[in-house]
Each structure stands twice: as C-alpha cells, then as structure tokens.
C-alpha cells in the first residue's frame, strides 16, 4: 500500500531562483512513484502536474502564509513522510512537529549563491554581521535536529551541513543534480552547424543581465573570429527589452515556443551556459550533456558539478577568455565532439535519474 506524503514547495509566482525549482520538481516526481502527495504550494504553481501525475498528486494552492492549510491537511490525513522546502523549514516544522511528531521530515539543502549562511566566515566582519552569523548559524543547527533527512546538492555542501552539527552529520546524504535520459533518447546522428545556442529564463532580472553581458561583451568578439556564426536563443521566455536588443542582428534568432528545443542544442557546435545564478545553469548544462554538445560557462556557472576544464566542459575566468573558448568550439569541431563524449559519460556516471532515484528509495 502506497504512503502519504505531504510536500511543501517554495514555488512562488516571483520568484527568479529557477534552479532550485527545477530540482524540486525532479525530486517530486521521483517520490511519486512511491507515495500519494498532497502538494502544498504558492499562487497558481505549476499546471502541468495537474495533467501529467494523475490522481497520485493533489495540488493545493495557497495565496499567503501555509500554517493555517498545513494544519488543516495534517490533521485529515496520516503523513507518513513530509518534505518541506529548505526556506520554508523555519515558518512551519514546528507545526508539523506538533501534529505529525513521528513523519519523517525532509528538507532539499539546495542554495543559492546568494543564501548561504554556512559559508560565512567571521574575520574582518563588522560586529553586527558577525551577530547575525552566529545567529544564521544556530537556527540552521536548530533546524538540523528536527530534520530527520536532510539532502545537499554537492559533497562539498554536505560537508558543511556536517560542519554546524557533528551530532546530525549522519542525516546529511548528497543527491546530486540529475536528469532522465528517457527524454533524451534519439540517438540519430547529428551534424554539427555553425551555430551557438543560448537556453535560459530571459524574463528575470538573472536571465537579463546574464543575455546582456553575453551579447554586450562576449558575442561581438566570436563574431569577429567567426562571421558566419548564428546565435540561437531558445524558447519562449525572452524579455521585450531583449528581443528590442536583437531586433537589427540578423546573426541572433529566437525561436519562440518549441516542443522540443533539443533539436537546436543538437546541431550547435556550442551551448552557452547561464553566467551567473539564478538562470538554473546546472540543469541547462546537464542537458547538453545529454544532447552530446559541448558547454562554455563560466567557474560559477558550474559550481556543484563534477567538471573538468578543457576535459568535459570550457570554463573561462572572464569574458576574453569566454569569448576564446566559445571560438575555439566552432572552428574545431573534433575539440567539441571530444569534450561533448566525456560530458555524456560524466551523466551517465553521475546524474542519471535511475542512478539518484535508486539513492533517494533508499534513503526513505
């Protein structure tokens, strides 16, 4: 008989952090292959699981604060399990601790640049940053001992949960970005065009700036090098401000909606992945991983993977050299089809789905 889960999303209409809601909607389908959840989110969510879930998966959506609906699911039904959303965990474990004393309570660790607290450091730190640090610090220990299993995206973030408490580091388990190969499974041969493909949210601030800093510094120089390249941005989230941009470059061409936007990151010689947070970078790498093209990204662009310069992936310091790294795939394609081969086995290696999902049935 199946179990009940409850799982509450941080999903929110404002937010920019598309990677971590890429990565819990992967975790969320896994678990429904185990249980029936009730998933608590904000504002109208994501629609698609309502028709591709079926009955195992009921939506319930709130506009403001979760308390008053968590109590009220938790006292209809017997969770046996509930993930809660890391950002959430300090508005409403102790209500579900209260209600629900034996579920165990699963927490996603997955951070953003822009919200660790457990890499901070104390030197040179004025006294009010080093209060609220120290302050940072004991919630997350406060928050560890009522966490029955707590995920982190990388080893290295793992070690650093287990650094705040030596007493919960056996809760700590790494679960990696992944992806399911099954929606990657043409193996028809490709020919390689003389094109770069850009496939990110344009509509956020994130998304924006990362385009203008490609196209502004970066894309004028691989031109130069290369006048025939095209530029290929892919999907149906592009800004106005952006297609204003590009309105009079002949070389950049939006897509708009595809239904699979993977026959264009095929044919590229290069995928331009995200330059900085927030434009759910790991995840577009990961897919042109599975689609056997070669990635030129920044060092933070692909923080938390398991990567190797010149190897499996182009990493540049800085836009000169992204611009270099970005030629050097269009005029050598055998450099790109080498890279692209030790990308695809990196996945299969390490961020498959049947792989994290086996770790995940295992864990719970």
Same mark, same amino acid.
């Given at each position: 008989?199946?179990?009940?889960?409850?799982?509450?999303?941080?999903?929110?209409?404002?937010?920019?952090?598309?990677?971590?809601?890429?990565?819990?909607?992967?975790?969320?389908?896994?678990?429904?292959?185990?249980?029936?959840?009730? +998933?608590?989110?904000?504002?109208?969510?994501?629609?698609?699981?309502?028709?591709?879930?079926?009955?195992?998966?009921?939506?319930?959506?709130?506009?403001?604060?979760?308390?008053?609906?968590?109590?009220?699911?938790?006292?209809?039904?017997?969770?046996?399990?509930?993930?809660?959303?890391?950002?959430? +965990?300090?508005?409403?474990?102790?209500?579900?601790?209260?209600?629900?004393?034996?579920?165990?309570?699963?927490?996603?660790?997955?951070?953003?640049?822009?919200?660790?607290?457990?890499?901070?450091?104390?030197?040179?730190?004025?006294?009010?940053?080093?209060?609220?640090?120290?302050?940072?610090?004991?919630?997350?220990?406060?928050?560890?001992?009522?966490?029955?299993?707590?995920?982190?995206?990388?080893?290295?973030?793992?070690?650093?949960?287990?650094?705040?408490?030596?007493?919960?580091?056996?809760?700590?388990?790494?679960?990696?970005?992944?992806?399911?190969?099954?929606?990657?499974?043409?193996?028809?041969?490709?020919?390689?065009?003389?094109?770069?493909? +850009?496939?990110?949210?344009?509509?956020?601030?994130?998304?924006?700036?990362?385009?203008?800093?490609?196209?502004?510094?970066?894309?004028?120089?691989?031109?130069?090098?290369?006048?025939?390249?095209?530029?290929?941005?892919?999907?149906?989230?592009?800004?106005?401000?952006?297609?204003?941009?590009?309105?009079?470059?002949?070389?950049?061409?939006?897509?708009?909606?595809?239904?699979?936007?993977?026959?264009?990151?095929?044919?590229?010689?290069?995928?331009?992945?995200?330059?900085?947070?927030?434009?759910?970078?790991?995840?577009?790498?990961?897919?042109?991983?599975?689609?056997?093209?070669?990635?030129?990204?920044?060092?933070?662009?692909?923080?938390?993977?398991?990567?190797?310069?010149?190897?499996?992936?182009? +990493?540049?310091?800085?836009?000169?050299?992204?611009?270099?790294?970005?030629?050097?795939?269009?005029?050598?394609?055998?450099?790109?089809?080498?890279?692209?081969?030790?990308?695809?086995?990196?996945?299969?290696?390490?961020?498959?789905?049947?792989?994290?999902?086996?770790?995940?049935?295992?864990?719970?």
């Amino acid at each position: 008989m199946r179990k009940r889960m409850l799982f509450l999303s941080a999903k929110n209409l404002q937010t920019e952090d598309l990677e971590r809601e890429i990565r819990q909607r992967g975790i969320l389908g896994i678990l429904l292959e185990r249980f029936n959840i009730d +998933l608590l989110t904000y504002g109208n969510g994501d629609l698609e699981y309502s028709t591709h879930c079926g009955p195992a998966l009921v939506i319930h959506r709130v506009r403001k604060g979760m308390n008053g609906t968590i109590k009220e699911l938790c006292q209809s039904n017997e969770y046996s399990h509930v993930f809660i959303s890391h950002s959430l +965990l300090g508005n409403c474990i102790n209500l579900i601790k209260h209600i629900l004393p034996d579920a165990t309570i699963i927490t996603d660790a997955y951070r953003s640049d822009s919200d660790q607290p457990v890499k901070i450091t104390f030197k040179n730190m004025a006294i009010h940053h080093k209060l609220n640090a120290a302050r940072a610090r004991w919630n997350e220990q406060r928050l560890m001992n009522k966490t029955g299993l707590l995920l982190a995206v990388s080893e290295w973030d793992a070690l650093l949960f287990k650094a705040l408490s030596f007493k919960n580091a056996p809760k700590v388990h790494v679960l990696p970005h992944f992806i399911d190969m099954n929606q990657y499974n043409d193996t028809e041969p490709t020919s390689k065009e003389n094109m770069i493909v +850009l496939h990110w949210n344009m509509n956020t601030t994130q998304g924006k700036n990362a385009f203008q800093k490609f196209y502004h510094t970066i894309y004028p120089s691989v031109k130069v090098k290369v006048p025939d390249v095209q530029c290929f941005i892919v999907g149906s989230e592009v800004s106005a401000e952006v297609r204003r941009l590009v309105k009079e470059d002949e070389s950049v061409v939006i897509t708009g909606p595809l239904a699979d936007p993977g026959r264009y990151i095929r044919r590229a010689k290069a995928f331009i992945a995200p330059l900085q947070e927030g434009c759910g970078s790991r995840s577009k790498i990961l897919e042109s991983w599975a689609l056997k093209t070669p990635v030129v990204t920044s060092y933070q662009g692909s923080e938390r993977l398991i990567c190797q310069n010149n190897r499996n992936i182009l +990493l540049a310091h800085n836009t000169i050299e992204f611009a270099e790294k970005v030629v050097r795939l269009l005029e050598d394609p055998k450099l790109g089809s080498i890279i692209a081969d030790r990308a695809h086995q990196t996945l299969l290696n390490h961020y498959e789905a049947n792989s994290v999902k086996a770790k995940v049935f295992s864990l719970i």
